[in-house]
């Protein structure tokens, strides 16, 4: 064979080789830490909670979003309050979160536990995840609407608009069972 000949078949071997994917998960909080920052003075009680199939359509038909597994961590405060630990997919990796709600049926803050993603990790920042404090089920929780869009992280922060909007649904369904 020729030098050119294999000049060829070395980029065309190279080309076809399967890319290398790099691996990205970075946890930033536990469960019990996301609870003691978004309910410092609290004690909160965590357990798993269960959603009938009606109870998963009806949040579903509400919410606008699937909702994945009938079984729910949640953390109960005294009052109403809860902390509902939560994942949505990113671009590629699931997304783990908590969205504390007050005994007022709102938001308190969220906070990002774990994201897998290579980018888009944006969605940490303080100053977009406070566009949810004091929302709650009346409000649209639509991206571009009431919660901003991030460049570069577009779909992560769609998801995650989109799965708190379906947490305050579940939470609607929830508190009626403590």
């Known amino acids: 064979m020729r030098s ?43 357990c798993w909670m269960d959603l009938s199939s009606t109870e998963m359509k009806t949040i579903a038909n509400v919410s606008g979003e699937k909702v994945a ?14 902390l509902i630990i939560d994942r949505v997919l990113g671009k590629h990796e699931l997304i783990t979160y908590a969205v504390a709600i007050n005994s007022d049926h709102k938001i308190q803050g969220i906070e990002i536990l774990e994201y897998r993603e290579t980018y888009g990790y944006q969605i940490r920042e303080p ?40 947490i305050l649904q579940t939470y609607e369904v929830l508190k009626s069972k403590i």
């Not at 078949?9 to 536990?30: D, M, N, R």
């Not at 597994?69 to 809860?82: L, Y």
Request: glycine fraction near 4%; charge should be negative.
């Open 69 to 82: 597994s009938p079984h729910i961590r949640i953390w109960w405060g005294p009052d109403q309050q809860a």
């Open 127 to 166: 100053r977009w995840r406070e566009e949810f404090v004091g929302k709650s089920i009346a409000d649209p929780l639509k991206l571009d609407h009431d919660i901003p869009n991030i460049s570069g992280a577009t779909l992560s922060s769609a998801h995650i608009t989109n799965g708190v909007r379906r």
């Open 4 to 46: 050119k000949d294999w000049s060829r078949i070395l980029i065309s071997a190279a080309l076809v080789a399967p890319i290398p994917y790099v691996a990205y998960a970075e946890v930033y909080l536990s469960e019990q830490q996301a609870a003691a920052i978004l309910f410092p003075d609290l004690k909160l009680e965590a």
